[in-house]
């Protein structure tokens, strides 16, 4: 991401990028395979795709 991110950037300018981690997730995670649960995937989802789905559903919301 970071690379990306640099890859736009005009000469001269500058950017910001917050990194963070659900560390709450890591016990709720553990837990659930640790009681016989599957962890069936693990992936991190663009900003760009929870915009789109964020629009989309306040469209649906709109509309109905």
């Known amino acids: 991401d970071v690379v990306h991110l640099a890859e736009d950037l005009e000469p001269n300018s500058s ?3 917050m990194v963070f981690e659900h560390t709450w997730a890591k016990p709720f ?3 659930i395979v640790e009681s016989g649960g599957v ?3 693990d992936f991190r989802m663009s900003g760009l795709a929870i915009e789109t789905l964020l ?3 306040a ?3 709109a509309e109905s």
Do not use: F, G, I, K
Request: aromatic share 0%; hydrophobic share 60%.
């Open 59 to 61: 469209t649906l919301s």
């Open 55 to 57: 629009e989309e559903l």
């Open 29 to 31: 995670r553990d837990a």
């Open 39 to 41: 962890l069936v995937a």
């Open 15 to 17: 950017a910001a990028m």
